[in-house]
């Protein structure tokens, strides 16, 4: 059964730069037909994508924050990672890593438990 | 990019009645070459992270009870949960993939009455 987990600073600055970890476990992100993305969701409100990427380095992201996320994979120890620069506590979510079928937006059936990030000085 | 609105935003039902949410798109999420609806449903109990339950607009997942289905075609949508129990508690989220950024409606608060 495959099992995502998120892991990373809880608390970052404003205007520094955060980044989180996705580990898979009991299954490899080595495989065509899947893509892996992370997905936000700040506190009593709804669901952001982020953007997702391939395990062959190929990434998709949502315009709204293109500009300050960078995805990234390290295939051979079955992670995924995101960047984001430039924070305000408009940041301030919990992060979730998940996977998607087929197409990087596409529904997601896996989901890590969150990681919760707070931008506060 | 697609906006997602679901009604109501909260819902009160009492145990074993139906419960009703309903999702409307901006525009047709429905492939027309393939004739398919490009809609999800998600459960988010409290505390934890989004459960698939439904894909393709009416394809429960596995492992998903019965009583809960999905219908609708286009640019609205419905999530029935036909006899509600105590564990059905939680928010309700539709999310359109017919088009990036894929985007989720504001969700519904599902409770018992």
């Known amino acids: 059964q495959l099992q995502l987990q998120e892991s990373g600073p809880g608390l970052v600055k404003p205007s520094e730069t955060m980044s989180l970890t996705c580990t898979a476990s009991g299954g490899s992100i080595i495989i065509d037909n899947y893509y892996w993305g992370w997905i936000r969701q700040p506190p009593g409100r709804g669901l952001e994508w982020i953007g997702s990427i391939h395990y062959s380095g190929s990434t998709y992201y949502n315009p709204s924050l293109k500009s300050r996320v960078t995805i990234s994979v390290d295939a051979s120890k079955n992670q995924f990672s995101v960047t984001m620069k430039s924070v305000t506590v408009a940041d301030t979510a919990m992060y979730f890593c998940?996977?998607?079928?087929?197409?990087?937006?596409?529904?997601?059936?896996?989901w890590g438990q969150g990681a919760l990030v707070t931008v506060s000085s | 990019d697609i906006v997602m609105t679901q009604s109501p935003d909260s819902l009160a039902v009492s145990l074993g009645e139906r419960a009703t949410i309903n999702c409307k798109s901006s525009q047709s999420v429905l492939y027309n070459s393939n004739n398919k609806n490009y809609l999800a449903w998600y459960q988010q109990r409290p505390g934890q992270p989004p459960k698939l339950l439904i894909s393709w607009a009416s394809t429960r997942e596995s492992g998903v009870p019965d009583r809960f289905s999905g219908s609708g075609s286009g640019t609205d949508f419905t999530l029935t949960i036909s006899s509600l129990q105590a564990e059905d508690v939680a928010v309700y989220y539709c999310q359109q993939y017919y088009d990036s950024p894929c985007s989720f409606g504001q969700g519904t608060k599902l409770e018992i009455k």
């Open positions: 998940a996977r998607a079928h087929t197409v990087p937006y596409r529904y997601f059936d896996y």
